[in-house]
């Protein structure tokens, strides 16, 4: 039987409604599901705009979240039960990995892969 890993990826925004200074937070989850035959960011792809944070949080079993390109630099372990959270301020696409479940080769990335859209 294989197990199955949950990761969320969660959205905390601020969100300032009118002049009244309320904010809301918004919180967006993502799986890492095991899908048969490897675990998977499921979705892949998150869109948001410049100053969002995401937090990558391990909900079952341990991870990490690597950055892969060379427009930014980022490593975090995430033990199971632990996030950790990245703020995003100017735009571009960020993409990123699970060294554990994931590989890149020749610019090629399989398993745990991921990216964040920021525009």
Do not use: E
């Amino acid at each position: 039987m294989r197990g199955k890993a949950i990761v969320t990826l969660g959205l905390a925004a601020g969100l300032t409604f009118g002049t009244s200074g309320i904010a809301d937070a918004v919180t967006v989850g993502v799986r890492g599901v095991f899908n048969g035959t490897r675990f998977v960011w499921s979705p892949q792809t998150r869109s948001i705009v410049p100053g969002m944070t995401i937090r990558w949080r391990a909900v079952d079993g341990s991870h990490n979240v690597k950055s892969r390109g060379s427009n930014w630099s980022y490593f975090r372990n995430l033990p199971n039960g632990t996030s950790v959270p990245r703020t995003f301020n100017r735009r571009g696409t960020f993409r990123y990995f699970c060294t554990i479940h994931g590989s890149v080769t020749n610019g090629v990335c399989s398993g745990m892969c991921g990216r964040i859209v920021v525009s």
